[in-house]
């Protein structure tokens, strides 16, 4: 079942909000919201958000969408957002302990 134009708009809404080097995982998202449908942030997201700043909304563990981390990586350096890199420096996250944004 495909999310209600009222939820799209919300989850929208919310992530446009999200300044600049900070990011808000996508349970988040639905928390701000009212809601616990993190499935369906990620539907929001997958199928509107590519005029939104989808890369400041991230998994959990703070890893960007899966197949955008190239993407990602240009916009959270631009923005100077925190990260942290795996020891070989060649997987990266968002730093959610420094970077999560809760409205």
């Known amino acids: 079942m495909p999310p209600s134009d009222d939820f799209v ?49 991230v998994r959990a563990s703070g890893h960007p969408v899966r197949d955008h981390e190239v993407r990602a990586l240009e916009h959270y350096r631009q923005e100077g957002t925190p990260l942290l890199w795996s020891p070989d420096g060649e997987v990266f996250r968002v730093d959610l302990s420094r970077a999560r944004w809760l409205p």
């Open 9 to 57: 708009a919300r989850v929208l809404e919310v992530v446009v909000a999200i300044p600049s080097g900070q990011a808000m995982a996508y349970s988040d998202v639905a928390a701000a919201i009212g809601s616990r449908a993190v499935r369906g942030v990620g539907q929001v997201m997958a199928y509107y958000g590519s005029d939104a700043p989808w890369w400041r909304v």
